[in-house]
């Protein structure tokens, strides 16, 4: 059997899924992921062989958000 997946939000004690391929794999995580906490999280992530590669990620995580501070986290990602 797989893991279990308990429902989402504050009243659960989960927020998001991480699906990852390091050590703790894919999990269930109680924080909450800010736009801003993201931004920050992909321009300190080093596996990205370069910076168009981190783009990319930044480029299709965000494709359909919209917000205002999506060209300013661009622009500090060192995206066009």
Not at 60 to 76: H, I, K, L, M, N
């Amino acid at each position: 059997a797989g893991p279990f997946w308990a429902p989402f939000g504050p009243e659960a004690g989960t927020s998001f899924v991480t699906l990852d391929t390091g050590e703790d794999g894919i999990r269930m995580q109680p924080e909450v992921l800010t736009f801003e906490g993201f931004v920050e999280r992909l321009a300190a992530d080093e596996r990205f062989e370069n910076g168009a590669a981190r783009c990319a990620v930044f480029a299709s995580a965000v494709r359909f958000d919209g917000r205002p501070e999506q060209a300013d986290a661009a622009e500090r990602l060192g995206c066009d």
